[in-house]
């Protein structure tokens, strides 16, 4: 039996039939996959190659950094969804939104500006390409193109990911900013993202 609950704004979790350790509550499962994001972060920011053609941002890639940030929690970990989720396009246009997306990202301006940035989150959200763990996983990709681009990055609070049913007010802030660029105003979004923008060479 497992009590995972729900968080606003998130994919619910109602089939942990894929948990591939022995996970039971909210509080192991966000603990397990902490570990495991932790990682994948350390390891893609280190600049260490993960595609086996050292590309990034390809479709290829996308579905990699999926796989390395939640691949020792979820058995489908990188594999784009087969079911309509409460969010997220039909599944049936995953794969061609997302690939779509990935061929047009070498034409974005360069260096890209805020708008750029906040526009690829948002997309990557609202396609969702898995089953779980769509924000982190896009939020991640923003911030790894970002340092590469700009050399600054995105510090996104701690709180910003729900770890109980509560919401925390920048979580609220987040879903609302997130809401309103769906609607076609990207301006809630890019805001945050000039907020918690820092330079890279400055916290190294």
């Known amino acids: 039996m497992s009590d995972f609950g729900q968080i606003d704004g998130e ?26 994001v932790f990682d994948a972060v350390v390891k893609y920011l280190s600049g260490e190659a993960i595609s086996p053609d050292g590309r990034e941002f390809d479709f290829t890639w996308m579905r990699m950094l999926h796989k390395a940030m939640f691949g020792r929690v979820w058995k489908w970990a990188g594999i784009t969804r087969k079911t309509d989720l409460t969010i997220g396009v039909e599944w049936s246009r995953v794969e061609s939104e997302l690939y779509d997306l990935c061929e047009s990202i070498p034409y974005f301006k360069v260096p890209p500006e805020t708008d750029d940035i906040a526009y690829l989150h948002h997309r990557l959200v609202r396609i969702h390409p898995f089953q ?14 970002q340092i590469r681009r700009c050399g600054s990055f995105i510090n996104w609070p701690d709180d910003l ?5 509560a919401t925390s007010p920048v979580r609220a802030e987040y879903i609302a900013a997130l809401k309103s660029a769906d609607a076609g105003n990207l301006g809630r979004l890019i805001e945050l993202h000039e907020r918690f923008s820092k330079d890279w060479s400055a916290e190294g």
């Open 132 to 145: 779980n763990g769509n924000g982190r996983w896009a939020r991640l990709v923003a911030g790894i193109y």
């Open 161 to 165: 990911v729900g770890t109980t049913q």
């Open 11 to 36: 994919t619910p979790i109602d089939d942990v039939s894929d948990l591939i350790p022995n996970i039971g509550t909210r509080r192991e499962l966000n603990e397990h996959e902490a570990r495991n």
